[in-house]
């Protein structure tokens, strides 16, 4: 008897420690007919505006991260095809090399610190990029232009991603 309790409050404790990772998020598809959906927290929320998609607060109306390329990126033996889209209001914007993957997901998803360089100026930012299912050399990239980010959450973000559109 004292097996099967000892057992059961395990389970339990197991459980509600899985539970809680998403408390306080909500499940949204991206606005990409590309890409799946994900967990964001329920302040945020995703807004399309002259076509490309922002991630706002909704409790400040504050833009926390921005789409900064979308579409096809791919290798063909040693020949790379980049035909992505960059977004205009972001030109100087320029990525320089991978930092850190905070991820290394293999839902289609990863968090990146990224380095960039802005107006002269060299700077870590961190970054979505989220892989469509159906195609996989189609994806989008969102850089997060705020240090005030909390790392846990865009990881979060990023295990919480279906590829598969519903």
């Known amino acids: 008897m004292k097996k099967i309790t000892c057992y059961f409050l395990i389970m339990l404790l197991l459980l509600i420690g899985c539970a809680s990772k998403y408390e306080g998020y909500q499940e949204v598809k991206i606005p990409d007919e590309n890409i799946g959906s994900v967990m964001i ?45 960059f977004n205009p209001l972001y030109v100087d914007y320029l990525q320089k090399e991978t930092v850190q993957d905070l991820t290394g997901n293999s839902n289609l998803s990863n968090c990146y610190i ?17 892989t469509s299912f159906d195609d996989s050399r189609y994806s989008i ?13 865009l990881i979060n973000i990023a295990d919480s991603y279906d590829s598969e559109i519903k």
């Open 41 to 85: 927290p329920n302040n945020w929320e995703f807004v399309t505006e002259a076509g490309w998609i922002y991630i706002v607060d909704s409790n400040t109306n504050d833009i926390l991260a921005f789409e900064y390329a979308r579409g096809n990126y791919y290798w063909v033996g040693t020949q790379n095809y980049d035909e992505r889209q």
């Open 141 to 153: 990239k969102f850089i997060f232009d705020s240090s005030e980010i909390d790392q846990t959450i």
């Open 114 to 130: 990224l380095e960039f360089e802005i107006d002269g100026n060299t700077k870590d930012l961190l970054s979505l990029v989220f």
